[in-house]
T-cell receptor, first 110, second 116 residues
C-alpha cells in the first residue's frame, strides 16, 4: 500500500526557533511535493523535489529528499508568525495519483 | 492565484439534494483532479480526468460523478447528499497526467459545501 506519513501533525513553535517536519513514505519514489495551506484557503505549491539529495530553499523554508531513506524534511529556520499554516507533503509514484500526508499544522507564537 | 478557477465558492443545500461543482483548469493544463477535504478525513483524492478521459479513480462514492468537457473544464456532481458530504472540494490541474512527467498540481480556491 502506498502510504505517506507526516510528523508531527501539530507543531507549536516560538518565533525565532528552528524546527523540522518529517515526511516518510512507504515505497521508493524520487518525486515529492510540499504544499502550504492557510486556514480555509487553497493549497499552494512550495517545492518540487525530483531526485535523491535534492534540496530546495525559499526564504526560511528548506526542503530535502532522501530517496534511500524514503524521507523528506521541511526545515524551518527562525520561524515567524507568517509561516503559521498547514504543510502537506505528497508523493508521486508515477502512474498513480499523488498521495498526500495528513498535513502538519504549524502555529508560530510570539 | 494559481490560475485554476472553481465555482461556486460556497454552497449550502439540504440532505438528499444534488449539486454541481465546476472547475476550469489553468490554460494549457490537460489534467483535472478532484479532492475532498474534511476535518476527519484529511485530503482525499476523488478522481482525475486527462484530456476528457477518466484517468484515475480514488475514494469517490457512487453518488458522486464527474466529467471533463471538450474545453477541458470539469464538473463534479454530488447527489443524494448526506450530512457527511459537507467538506471543502478542491479541483487541481496539471499539464500532463502523471506518469513519466514531472507534473505539479495547481489547486483552485475550493468550493465549501455545507449540507444541512
Amino acid at each position: 500500500e502506498l502510504k505517506v506519513e507526516q510528523n508531527p501533525l501539530f507543531l507549536s513553535m516560538q518565533e525565532g526557533k528552528n524546527y523540522t517536519i518529517y515526511c516518510n513514505y512507504s515505497t521508493t519514489s524520487d518525486r515529492l511535493y510540499w504544499y502550504r495551506q492557510d486556514p480555509g484557503k487553497s493549497l499552494e505549491s512550495l517545492f518540487v523535489l525530483l531526485s535523491n539529495g535534492a534540496v530546495k530553499q525559499e526564504g526560511r523554508l528548506m526542503a530535502s529528499l532522501d530517496t534511500k531513506a524514503r524521507l523528506s524534511t521541511l526545515h524551518i529556520t527562525a520561524a515567524v508568525h507568517d509561516l503559521s499554516a498547514t504543510y502537506f507533503c505528497a508523493v508521486d509514484w508515477g502512474n498513480t495519483p499523488l498521495v498526500f500526508g495528513k498535513g502538519t499544522r504549524l502555529s508560530v507564537i510570539a | 492565484d494559481s490560475g485554476v478557477t472553481q465555482t461556486p465558492k460556497h454552497l449550502i443545500t439540504a440532505t438528499g439534494q444534488r449539486v454541481t461543482l465546476r472547475c476550469s483548469p489553468r490554460s494549457g493544463d490537460l489534467s483535472v483532479y478532484w479532492y475532498q477535504q474534511s476535518l476527519d478525513q484529511g485530503l482525499q483524492f476523488l478522481i482525475q480526468y486527462y484530456n476528457g478521459e477518466e484517468r484515475a479513480k480514488g475514494n469517490i462514492l457512487e453518488r458522486f460523478s464527474a466529467q471533463q468537457f471538450p474545453d477541458l473544464h470539469s464538473e463534479l456532481n454530488l447527489s443524494s447528499l448526506e450530512l457527511g458530504d459537507s467538506a471543502l472540494y478542491f479541483c487541481a490541474s496539471s499539464v500532463a497526467g502523471g506518469g513519466l512527467s514531472t507534473d505539479t498540481q495547481y489547486f483552485g480556491p475550493g468550493t465549501r459545501l455545507t449540507v444541512l
